[in-house]
């Protein structure tokens, strides 16, 4: 069965991909909820260890223990992988879903007129919605210069 028809999520990338004999039969990651996986990624620090105002304001600080779930962002003052590379010489790019703002740690994304559109959790697959996703990814990647990536 091809993998566009075994669910109803719009992934035409992904389809096309599988087309051309792409196949991903394993992964790894550091939580099975995908934003502190990003960070740990990035940071190469749990996402329970994060600094981010918004996971702060959640748990009291870091000094409590708190499940990492939708509520850590890259903190600005805090090494990343990114800007490690960027300063040994690489160009660095951000391809996928980001996912580790918050508008405590970065407000200013969040006040521009022409900022990111708000998509709801149950908003129905296809072209309107991927093009919602489209305008927020163009809006964002001002924003991941500001983190060192080009």
């Keep these: 069965m091809p993998i566009g028809n075994m669910s109803d999520t719009y992934t035409p990338n992904l389809v096309r991909m599988y087309g051309k004999g792409m196949k991903f039969t394993r992964v790894y990651v550091s939580s099975s909820v995908c934003t502190p996986s990003r960070y740990h990624f990035?940071?190469?620090r749990?996402?329970?260890n994060s600094y981010s105002k918004c996971y702060e304001e959640e748990f009291g600080g870091k000094q409590n223990e708190g499940l990492p779930n939708f509520?850590?962002?890259l903190e600005r003052t805090n090494m990343n992988v990114v800007n490690v590379l960027r300063e040994a010489g690489y160009t660095t790019r951000f391809v996928g879903n980001y996912?580790?703002?918050s508008k405590l740690d970065f407000p200013e994304l969040y006040?521009?007129?022409y900022g990111g559109i708000n998509i709801p959790?149950?908003?129905k697959s296809g072209p309107e919605v991927s093009a919602q996703f489209k305008h927020n990814e163009?809006?964002?990647r001002q924003h991941l210069k500001t983190l060192g990536f080009s």
Excluded: I, Q
């Design 42 to 44: 990035l940071t190469g």
């Design 46 to 48: 749990f996402a329970g």
């Design 71 to 73: 509520n850590v962002a």
């Design 99 to 101: 996912h580790l703002t």
């Design 111 to 113: 006040e521009d007129k």
């Design 121 to 123: 959790k149950d908003a």
């Design 138 to 140: 163009r809006w964002m």
